[in-house]
């Protein structure tokens, strides 16, 4: 993994990691339509990219841990407009 992604992606995207067990995984968006998926083995010291073909594009993302399973949500804004209601 290119240190200068790392920087990039904290500066001007989004970034989140979790470790299971001896491995640390991150997702990372420089763009709403780019998403990279990583892992390192903290033993190894080796990183691997990984399938993130079931990761939709979008930046704002969470990645947590639950029972040794790994869980990536999305984070949709919804914007809502609001009505005014006029009475006669």
Partial sequence: MPEKFIYTSY?????????????????????????????????????????NSQLAPRQGRSISEINGKLYILLVVRLMLAERKIKTF
């Fill in 11 to 51: 500066i001007t995207g989004s970034l989140r990691a979790v470790t299971v067990g001896e491995k640390i995984y991150i997702v990372a968006s420089l763009s709403s339509s780019q998403v990279n998926f990583y892992s390192y083995d903290t033993v190894s010291g080796e990183w691997e990219s990984l399938d």
